[in-house]
């Protein structure tokens, strides 16, 4: 029976937050249950057992983060016990023994000459114990000449006793008398020496610094507090903001971004909608909106401009085959993007259906990995939501997006220079410079433009 592992549930996840379990220990699953909500750093989804059998065991408990492919619960048969987690002993290392021969081999030394190689071994013993101690490196002071500058000083006053504190300091012999004289506690120095000794420079630099603080204050007014901060709060990043975080920069960082902009006629498509909505079209929820042949023509238009359809690879053009819509939708913690694949083998009909499943799906947590990656290149409105007009950013490795603003009444000059009432429409389209020049996407929205006033072309 499987061990259930944090799975891979985008190409980007790295690790996997376990936002809730659906089923608790002990029990009976069968495979295609919603046993737990894992977050990943694209969107929180329900995750459903592989296996029929009982939850034997849950090793990450709600909220805990793990790395992907590491264990998170175990789904056995009826009576069957979690396999228990083996730890390795640590290895010990044989001790090598020299062979008996080496040593019956050693010559014995006379014991004269033994006798004398003991009296010169304690004389050398002797004379180190007497020896003045070694100044620190630092410092850069031979022994000569400490010797000869410490003749020359008057006779100093006998140090206290080192408190307990200076005492388990690491600070070489110059440095721990530096300190004494100048009045430092070489418990508050931060050592710059081999492994955190302290030496002589430090306590110097110390010693400076407590001088200046106090001419500060001596020479300065006290300043006001601070204002203390007002009422806030700090909000952990959920997976997915972190990872819509770092795609933007991966984003807007390294891909040349570059801006188009046109105002549509939308007059055409506001009497295609009255003309579906007086055939009965609002009288369920799959109805076709404006937004829906947005969807459609820019389908078309990339069909109809194949070179938009690409996207950049290190040192080639990828040019894609299908027509693979991403659509933003805007969910509770972030952004998804869908994908209709084949898009351009999907009537305006099948494109709003397919529209309307995922974006539900999305909201709703129900969406499998594979729905939301890739994709030829995103439209994102925002239209419904007030927004006259904006430019977004491009989902990597995508060629260009397009963001829809919101149809705005406005006086507009008709065809016979006359002032009318019109419905405008601004679309922005963000390129990727490396895949898509000026020219190029200036055919690619005079083609969008066409279709989107002329919606009946959307029809055939």
């Known amino acids: ?172 012999p110059v440095a721990r008398r530096i300190a004494a004289e100048l009045g430092v506690d070489l418990g508050s120095v931060k050592g710059t020496g081999p492994e955190g000794r302290v030496t002589e420079t430090d306590v110097r630099a110390a010693a400076k610094a407590v001088a200046a603080v106090a001419n500060r204050g001596q020479t300065q007014p006290p300043r006001p507090a601070a204002p203390k ?11 997915m903001r972190k990872g819509i975080a770092e795609r933007l920069v991966q984003s807007k960082a390294p891909v040349p971004h570059f801006y188009l902009n046109i105002d549509i006629d939308a007059g055409p498509l506001m009497e295609a909608r009255a003309e579906l909505k007086s055939g009965g079209e609002d009288s369920d929820t799959s109805k076709i909106t404006v937004n829906d042949f947005v969807l459609k023509a820019a389908v078309m238009a990339a069909v109809k401009v194949p070179k938009v359809n690409a996207s950049f690879d290190i040192d080639a053009i990828v040019q894609y085959a299908d027509v693979d819509l991403g659509i933003a939708v805007a969910i509770e913690d972030g952004l998804l993007t869908p994908v209709i694949r084949a898009a351009q083998d999907k009537s305006l009909r099948e494109i709003s259906e397919l529209a309307k499943d995922l974006a539900n799906r999305a909201r709703n947590k129900r969406m499998k990995p594979e729905e939301f990656q890739g994709g030829s290149f995103t439209v994102s409105n925002l239209g419904g939501m007030g927004i006259d ?58 083609e969008l433009r066409h279709l989107l006033e002329n919606p009946a072309l959307l029809l055939v």
């Open 1 to 172: 029976m499987p061990e259930i592992q944090m799975p891979k549930l985008s190409d980007t996840m790295t690790e996997g937050t376990l936002v809730a379990w659906k089923k608790k220990k002990g029990d009976k699953v069968s495979a295609g249950d919603v046993i737990a909500e894992i977050e990943t750093d694209k969107a929180t989804m329900e995750w459903e057992s592989p296996e029929d059998g009982t939850l034997t065991e849950i090793y990450v408990e709600e909220g805990g983060k793990v790395d992907v492919g590491q264990r998170i619960a175990f789904i056995g048969e009826e009576g069957e016990a979690a396999p228990k987690e083996e730890k390795k002993a640590p290895e010990k290392k044989e001790k090598k023994e020299e062979p008996p021969e080496k040593e019956a081999k050693k010559p014995e030394k006379p014991k004269k000459e033994q006798a004398q190689t003991e009296k010169a071994a304690s004389t050398k013993a002797e004379e180190k114990e007497t020896a003045p101690p070694q100044k620190d490196v630092e410092a850069g002071v031979s022994p000569a000449s400490e010797s000869r500058e410490t003749r020359a000083e008057p006779e100093r006053p006998a140090r206290p006793p080192l408190q307990e504190s200076e005492a388990r300091v690491k600070a070489s």
């Open 229 to 239: 901060p007002g009422p806030g709060s700090r909000i952990q990043l959920s997976g």
């Open 389 to 446: 007009s904006f430019s977004a950013i491009i989902n990597p490795p995508q060629g260009f997006i397009l963001a829809l603003g919101k149809i705005n009444k406005m006086p507009v000059i008709d065809n016979c220079d006359q002032v009318v009432i019109g419905h405008r429409m601004s679309i922005w389209m963000s390129c990727d410079h490396r895949v898509i020049d000026g020219a190029l996407g200036a055919v690619y929205l005079k």
